[in-house]
T-cell receptor
Framework: AQTVTQSQPEMSVQEAETVTLSCTYD???????LFWYKQPPSRQMILVIR??????QNATENRFSVNFQKAAKSFSLKISDSQLGDAAMYFC????????????FGSGTQLTVLP | NAGVTQTPKFQVLKTGQSMTLQCAQD?????MSWYRQDPGMGLRLIHY???????DQGEVPNGYNVSRSTTEDFPLRLLSAAPSQTSVYFC??????????????FGPGTRLTVT
């Protein structure tokens, strides 16, 4: 079975600064997808960014980017120019490729943005 | 489109009571899932369905039943509520038509307390 580990329960960052959230995963599969979800206090799960394992290029979505190290099974999220609205719980998630398999989540990192 | 809707938003049950959490989606998605979210544990898969009439167990299925009589609806039944089922419950849906990523769309969640 796949496992996803987020070793930072809490992180904080100053507004306008950059922060990196860590995620590692364990799998024997070669085809899979990785995701970062944001959960603000409203509880809504919001997809932040997605990475296909077969792509070597790191995904980027505006101020959000990932550092995907397939050999090391590491998938970190970098938030640049942090904004107060980025404060939330962030979950790393894994999904097997090419099937209806569901998501396996990490335990989450609570991000605080300091004004 | 309303997306994924869940009712109720909040519920308090006494131990031993039964109830059904409702989930509906209007996107004609084939796949639907139920997750529970507990502090420090991320989201864990309870049950999922790959289409009407087809369901399967996830990581934590005990104490829950599901059925999928239509594409739109995927109710989650608690047969005899226990305090260990106090949690936030999320329903999600996805479609194979979304290329190969099967991006999951989440409902707003139901906060359940069992006393």
């Amino acid at each position: 079975a796949q496992t996803v580990t987020q070793s930072q329960p809490e992180m904080s960052v100053q507004e306008a600064e950059t922060v990196t959230l860590s995620c590692t995963y364990d799998t024997s599969e070669s085809d899979y997808y990785l995701f970062w979800y944001k959960q603000p206090p409203s509880r809504q799960m919001i997809l932040v960014i997605r990475q296909e394992a077969y792509k070597q290029q790191n995904a980027t979505e505006n101020r959000f980017s990932v550092n995907f190290q397939k050999a090391a099974k590491s998938f970190s999220l970098k938030i640049s120019d942090s904004q107060l609205g980025d404060a939330a719980m962030y979950f790393c998630a894994y999904r097997s490729g090419g099937s209806a398999r569901q998501l396996t989540f990490g335990s989450g990192t609570q991000l605080t943005v300091l004004p | 489109n309303a997306g994924v809707t869940q009712t109720p938003k909040f519920q308090v049950l006494k131990t031993g009571q039964s109830m059904t959490l409702q989930c509906a989606q209007d996107m004609n998605h084939e796949y639907m899932s139920w997750y529970r979210q507990d502090p420090g544990m991320g989201l864990r898969l309870i049950h999922y369905s790959v289409g009407a009439g087809i369901t399967d167990q996830g990581e934590v299925p005990n104490g829950y039943n599901v059925s999928r009589s239509t594409t739109e609806d995927f109710p989650l039944r608690l047969l005899s509520a226990a305090p260990s089922q106090t949690s936030v419950y999320f329903c999600a849906s996805s479609t194979r038509a979304n290329q190969r990523t099967y991006e999951q769309y989440f409902g707003p969640g139901t906060r359940l307390t069992v006393t």
